[in-house]
């Protein structure tokens, strides 16, 4: 168990929906790191918050977005869903947030979304 | 950009020893970590490398060549459990992100 916790396990939703992933970092971790994985592919980086703020984006879709909250707790909100956004997403976090810090990365386990 | 390449499959016998291979190629560069992932699990941890050499860790050790942009992972006395996806990632580029190369399976046989 790695002390990040991602909420819901499972969705199953229908193209055109809206739907929220919300994860909780492990205790002391500032950083937290939105990715997605789909069918056999590596871990795509969305995007990255540090202690409420934005630090990173990757390759993240317009209809895609996500925000840290006061207690650290972060939201990812994918909006107009297509076929194409089913695969599961991870929350990691890390104490640091920048340089040799975020290399360590704890990650939660996962929600699996399936578009329908 | 970046990029990272790593074979996608490998097999090796329980007991044995296997290398998995990371070449990468990144403006900026902090050091080369190394993440596991059973199937449908979360990904987790093994190692990170920000100077040249060798890191042991238990049953796994990870070595770096920065001048050759280049790493591995050795997994030694290999066991079942061991079966899984390994995934190195660079962390670096100008926003210090972790970028993950598509990963090698593992597959340990009796």
């Known amino acids: 168990d790695s002390g990040v916790t991602q909420t819901p396990k499972h969705l199953i939703t229908a193209t055109g929906q809206r739907v929220t992933l919300r994860c909780s970092p492990r205790?002391?971790?500032?950083?937290v790191y939105w990715y997605q994985q789909s069918l056999d592919q590596g871990l795509q980086f969305l995007i990255q918050?540090?202690?409420?703020?934005?630090?990173a984006k990757g390759n993240i879709l317009e209809r895609f977005s996500a925000q840290q909250f006061p207690d650290l707790h972060s939201e990812l909100n994918l909006s107009s869903l297509e076929l194409g956004d089913s695969a599961l997403y991870f929350c990691?976090?890390?104490?640091?947030?920048?340089?040799?810090?975020?290399?360590?990365?704890?990650f939660g386990p996962g929600t699996r979304l399936t578009v329908t | 950009g970046q990029s990272l390449e790593q074979p996608s499959e490998v097999t090796a016998v329980e007991g044995a020893i296997v290398q998995i291979n990371c070449t990468y190629q990144?403006?900026?560069?902090?050091?080369l970590s190394w993440y596991q992932q059973h199937d449908g699990g979360a990904p987790t941890f093994l190692s990170y490398?920000?100077?040249?050499g060798l890191e042991e860790t238990g049953r796994f050790s990870s070595f770096l060549s920065r001048s050759d942009s280049y790493g591995y992972l050795l997994l030694q006395e290999l066991q079942m459990k061991d079966s899984a996806s390994y995934f190195c990632?660079?962390?670096?580029?100008?926003?210090?992100?972790?970028?993950f190369g598509t990963g090698t399976l593992l597959a340990v046989q009796p």
């Open positions: 990691a976090s890390s104490v640091s947030g920048q340089g040799a810090g975020s290399y360590e990365q704890y």
């Open positions: 990144t403006s900026g560069f902090y050091g």
């Open positions: 205790s002391g971790d500032l950083s």
């Open positions: 918050y540090y202690n409420g703020e934005e630090r």
């Open positions: 990632a660079v962390l670096g580029g100008a926003t210090n992100k972790l970028i």
């Open positions: 490398n920000a100077l040249d």
